[in-house]
């Protein structure tokens, strides 16, 4: 059965950092990009970043040197190290798994991540 579990959101000050993690089970990890959405109140889930099985990382230009998608294959999780956060990365952050070969998808639950001002 394949499973994506979150941790690490949490609220943070502007200017904070936060790390999230994302454990995958189900023997998917190895097999697929990996990547954070966001999703924040009245606004469409948007990418974040993304990571390949062979560590291409991509990002949503808002995010760009702030942000850094990172994943562990031995412990089957991806990070998402957020820095320099910012009232606009408020949201509920969640992990997708896609397997690169038949692009099939998979979700987490989702984390909220909430930056005060």
């Known amino acids: 059965q394949v499973q994506l579990v979150e941790s690490g959101g949490g609220l943070v000050q502007a200017g904070g950092s936060l790390r999230l993690s994302c454990v995958a089970s189900g023997g998917i990890f190895g097999l697929s990009t990996m990547g954070w959405y966001r999703q924040a109140p009245g606004k469409q889930r948007e990418l974040v970043a993304a990571i390949t099985t062979s560590n291409s990382a991509n990002y949503r230009d808002s995010v760009k040197g702030r942000f850094a998608i990172s994943r562990d294959n031995a412990k089957r999780t991806v990070y998402l190290q957020m820095n320099n956060l910012t009232p606009g990365d408020t949201a509920v952050y969640s992990c997708?798994?896609?397997?690169?070969?038949?692009?099939?998808?998979?979700w987490g639950q989702g984390t909220q991540v909430t930056v005060s001002s």
């Open positions: 997708n798994a896609e397997l690169e070969m038949s692009k099939r998808s998979y």
